[in-house]
């Protein structure tokens, strides 16, 4: 069943024991909603800078993704930018919530967006437009936003917590025209032949099944080849877009044109060429970027694990 926020929401369904902390946080996080952003932003640097005391394993595999791909940072600035990225990921927590519970003019006037006309272009010509990006603290912020404008789809991981699966489904649905599930990859097709846009974030590790290794930042990182793939089934433009937090808490999103010849035929060459734009977008504000995720997991042949 497709879930909106008009669907008969199951209460029966979710008021065992186990989900009494999803409630209570759910609550707490709604409540502080209510507070004027910046606000929001400075309890968020806060509950970020809990979570670096608290996620030990999580700051062991940032602060290596970090190394790894900053080694010409020194150790001091290596954990500088660990501590501002823990505090982008709690930022992020409270934009998550805002897109959300909050409204779109709320939102609206503090994002810019800059190439907005490419989308409408390819629309009008009747292009299928995969919309391509990386794990970013505000990419649910983007997402949302950017489906205000113009109508998307979006891919979707299910969530081990059913209600956490639930109430991402039916906020994420208010703008959005439908979810699939990553194996979903028939209705995804034909939702791209149709001339509709998707949402596709291709940038963690899901192993080698359906992927190459590609350099990232210089490090061979298993990434998934379904890029290419769904331009080609989908006969759609791959439109790469990257978020970006400014210094004074507005929002920036850039809306790339169309790549030319992708997929070219040659899957090495088309990873490689959206690799670089997300380095390229991670640059300007290494902090934003999700570091949390094993994204080196997957080895070489004969390479040493590196978490």
Same mark, same amino acid.
């Given at each position: 069943?497709?879930?909106?926020?008009? !669907?008969?929401?199951?209460?029966?369904?979710?008021?065992?024991?186990?989900?009494?902390?999803?409630?209570? /946080? &759910?609550?707490?996080?709604?409540?502080?909603?209510?507070?004027? %952003?910046?606000?929001?932003?400075? &309890?968020?640097? &806060?509950? /970020?800078?809990?979570?670096?005391?608290?996620?030990?394993s999580r700051v062991h595999i940032a602060r290596t993704n970090i190394r790894l791909c900053f080694p010409k940072y020194s150790a001091v600035d290596q954990e500088k930018l660990l501590h501002a990225h823990f505090e982008a990921i709690g930022m992020g927590i409270f934009e998550t919530a805002?897109?959300?519970?909050?409204?779109?003019?709320?939102? !609206?006037?503090?994002?810019?967006?800059?190439? &907005?006309? %490419?989308?409408?272009?390819?629309?009008? @010509?009747?292009?299928?437009i995969v919309l391509v990006t990386g794990h970013f603290s505000t990419m649910e912020?983007? /997402? %949302?936003?950017? !489906?205000?404008? !113009?109508?998307?789809?979006?891919?979707?991981?299910?969530?081990?917590?059913?209600?956490? @699966?639930?109430?991402?489904?039916?906020?994420?649905?208010?703008?959005?025209?439908?979810?699939?599930?990553?194996?979903?990859?028939?209705?995804?097709?034909? %939702?791209?032949?149709?001339?509709?846009?998707?949402f596709y974030a291709y940038d963690q590790n899901y192993g080698l099944d359906h992927a190459i290794f590609t350099p990232f930042f210089g490090i061979p990182a298993a990434t998934i080849t379904t890029t290419s793939r769904f331009a080609k089934l989908g006969k759609a433009v791959v439109m790469p877009y990257f978020p970006k937090r400014t210094a004074d808490g507005d929002y920036i999103i850039h809306v790339h044109p169309p790549l030319s010849n992708f997929p070219s035929g040659d899957d090495e060459k088309d990873t490689q060429q959206i690799n670089r734009l997300l380095e390229q977008a991670i640059l300007e504000a290494p902090e934003q970027y999700f570091w949390l995720h094993r994204r080196f997991k997957t080895r070489p042949e004969g390479a040493p694990t590196v978490y």
């Open positions: 069943m497709q879930v909106t926020p008009e !669907s008969p929401f199951p209460w029966l369904q979710f008021i065992h024991p186990r989900y009494w902390p999803t409630w209570l /946080g &759910l609550g707490l996080l709604r409540l502080l909603g209510l507070l004027p %952003h910046p606000m929001q932003l400075r &309890l968020g640097r &806060l509950l /970020g800078r809990l979570a670096r005391r608290v996620l030990k805002l897109t959300w519970w909050g409204t779109t003019p709320q939102l !609206s006037k503090r994002v810019h967006i800059e190439g &907005l006309e %490419h989308i409408y272009k390819a629309k009008e @010509d009747g292009k299928g912020l983007a /997402g %949302h936003i950017l !489906s205000t404008h !113009s109508a998307m789809a979006a891919m979707y991981r299910p969530m081990k917590n059913k209600l956490m @699966d639930r109430l991402v489904l039916r906020a994420r649905n208010r703008t959005l025209t439908a979810a699939f599930t990553r194996d979903d990859t028939r209705a995804m097709i034909k %939702h791209l032949r149709k001339g509709e846009a998707i």
